[in-house]
């Protein structure tokens, strides 16, 4: 088997350890960093992904591979920044204000990391203005928003509104989530991606950076 393959299986199976081994055997043998990036730890992720939208495994499998995966990526990104790899796209996530749940948006964060993708993670209880600043400041493609209450989802709105306001509505993807969120709604406020589950959020992000 190799090491690549070695890298994605013990991701998968969440042994942080291990995968951290394996990635510097991988470096040491002088393989390039961004396969090891890109068919070692992003291979086990996208698998795990997969596996989690089909209800095949559960959030704690999916953090266990996510811890497994920073563990092996913390080797890699001072060679990705010295060899000129840069991320697919960025992603400012939050979840809106008011809101404090932040299990469904750490997966969601982890997912799109796993895409390659840089993604900046503002917390919860993020205000219209704090995500509109970090977009800013950092140039994101996407922003990205969980809401798990019904009296929370209307932040929503405000941010799309907020967007138009600053004049960036056409600089940015707005995507949103959460279990009380349809794409219903999401067509009604104005917004541009629902997705149901962290795996397909991940996917859409990556495919809107292509786009952008
Ligand atoms: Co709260 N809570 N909670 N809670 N809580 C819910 C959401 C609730 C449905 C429980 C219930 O009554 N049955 C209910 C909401 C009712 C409603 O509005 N319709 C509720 C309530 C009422 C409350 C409080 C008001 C309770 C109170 O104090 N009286 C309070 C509110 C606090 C606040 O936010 N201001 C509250 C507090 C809390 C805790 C702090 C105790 C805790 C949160 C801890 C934390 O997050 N760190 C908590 C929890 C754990 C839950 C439940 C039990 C579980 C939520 C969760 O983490 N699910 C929840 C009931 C339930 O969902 N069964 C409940 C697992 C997680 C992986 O799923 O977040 O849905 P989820 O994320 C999914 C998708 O939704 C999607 O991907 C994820 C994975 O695939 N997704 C996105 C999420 N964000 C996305 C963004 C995207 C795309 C996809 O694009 C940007």
Redesign the pocket.
């Known amino acids: 088997m190799s090491v690549l393959t070695e890298i994605s299986e013990n991701l998968q199976q969440g042994k942080a350890k291990v995968v951290k081994e394996l990635v510097q055997k991988a470096i040491d043998d002088g393989i390039d960093v961004k396969i090891i990036l890109e068919e070692g730890l992003l291979h086990g992720m996208g698998i795990i992904g997969g596996k ?1 939208k089909n209800n095949e495994v559960y ?1 704690p499998d999916v953090l266990i591979a996510a811890r497994a995966m920073n563990a092996g990526s913390e080797l890699l990104k001072p060679l990705l920044a010295s060899s000129g790899v840069k991320a697919k796209g960025t992603v400012v ?1 939050g979840t809106v204000k ?8 750490n ?2 964060r982890m997912m799109m990391e796993g895409k390659g993708l840089e993604v900046i993670d503002v917390g ?2 993020v205000s219209v203005d704090k995500f509109i600043s970090k977009v800013k400041e950092t140039n994101a493609q996407i922003v ?9 989802m209307g932040e929503m709105k405000n941010i799309v509104e907020g967007l138009k306001a600053a004049g960036m509505r056409d600089k940015v993807t707005i ?7 349809t794409d219903q709604y999401c067509k009604s406020i104005g917004a541009d991606i ?8 991940a996917d859409e992000a990556a495919k809107a950076c292509l786009k952008a």
């Open positions: 989690f959030v996530i008011g809101d404090l749940h932040d299990i469904g948006k997966l969601v919860i209880d990205a928003c969980s809401a798990l209450l019904t009296t929370t995507m949103i989530g959460g279990a009380p969120v629902y997705t149901p589950d962290a795996a397909s959020a």
